[in-house]
């Protein structure tokens, strides 16, 4: 893995850009989730286009954090803060793909057709007649899960803002 540069005081644009649509993005697939056998009879079409792009966009944020084209953190004084960071981004990274990835599993026990804004995509796991599995059931609270986790990224954020008055926040905003 490379280091992480220690010059680079702000996310680039790129990343802030992407930080900010998967927020988006996130939002806008739990408004238009629908849970159930019913998705069978109306899938919820705009639903999976913003899982799926979700899942889209974790890959330049990957690309970008593996080649240290993300600041170090600014909590090198506070190991015990910086260690919690680390493994609420992991955390964050396993839900923007497991998310989705479940979401297209489900869909596909349904027997539903999954595309990404018109572009059909093909089943990933055979259509059954009963429930959909435990899969589909972890999806569905995981999105109520995802929703929590990103309130408690927006209060550590606001937290080092306000209590630490460090650069965290301003250093993801787009202005």
Same mark, same amino acid.
């Given at each position: 893995m490379i280091?992480?540069?220690s010059?680079v005081v702000?996310?680039?644009?790129?990343?802030?850009?992407?930080?900010?649509?998967?927020?988006? +993005?996130i939002? $806008?697939a739990? %408004?238009?989730?629908?849970?159930?056998?019913?998705?069978v009879?109306?899938? &919820? *079409?705009?639903?999976?286009?913003?899982?799926?792009?979700?899942?889209?966009?974790?890959?330049?944020?990957?690309v970008?954090?593996?080649?240290?084209q993300?600041?170090?953190?600014?909590?090198e004084?506070?190991?015990? +803060?910086?260690? $919690?960071?680390r %493994?609420?981004?992991?955390v964050?990274?396993?839900?923007?793909?497991?998310l &989705? *990835?479940?979401?297209?599993?489900?869909a596909?026990r349904?027997?539903?057709?999954?595309s990404?804004?018109?572009?059909?995509?093909?089943a990933?796991?055979?259509?059954?007649?009963g429930?959909?599995?435990l899969?589909?059931e972890?999806?569905?609270?995981a999105?109520?899960?995802i929703?929590y986790?990103?309130g408690?990224?927006v209060?550590m954020?606001?937290?080092?803002?306000?209590?630490?008055?460090?650069?965290?926040?301003?250093?993801m905003?787009?202005?």
């Amino acid at each position: 893995m490379i280091s992480r540069n220690s010059h680079v005081v702000r996310y680039s644009t790129v990343m802030i850009a992407v930080h900010w649509m998967t927020a988006f +993005l996130i939002m $806008a697939a739990w %408004i238009t989730s629908e849970g159930g056998r019913h998705v069978v009879a109306n899938p &919820p *079409l705009l639903h999976f286009s913003f899982g799926l792009a979700v899942l889209v966009l974790v890959v330049p944020r990957l690309v970008l954090h593996f080649l240290g084209q993300t600041p170090p953190a600014l909590d090198e004084h506070r190991p015990g +803060l910086a260690l $919690a960071a680390r %493994i609420g981004h992991a955390v964050l990274y396993a839900f923007l793909i497991g998310l &989705p *990835l479940s979401g297209w599993y489900a869909a596909s026990r349904l027997g539903v057709s999954v595309s990404f804004f018109g572009i059909g995509l093909p089943a990933i796991a055979a259509p059954v007649q009963g429930a959909p599995g435990l899969i589909a059931e972890i999806h569905e609270n995981a999105g109520t899960v995802i929703l929590y986790l990103a309130g408690l990224h927006v209060l550590m954020a606001g937290w080092h803002h306000f209590v630490f008055r460090d650069r965290t926040l301003r250093r993801m905003s787009p202005f």
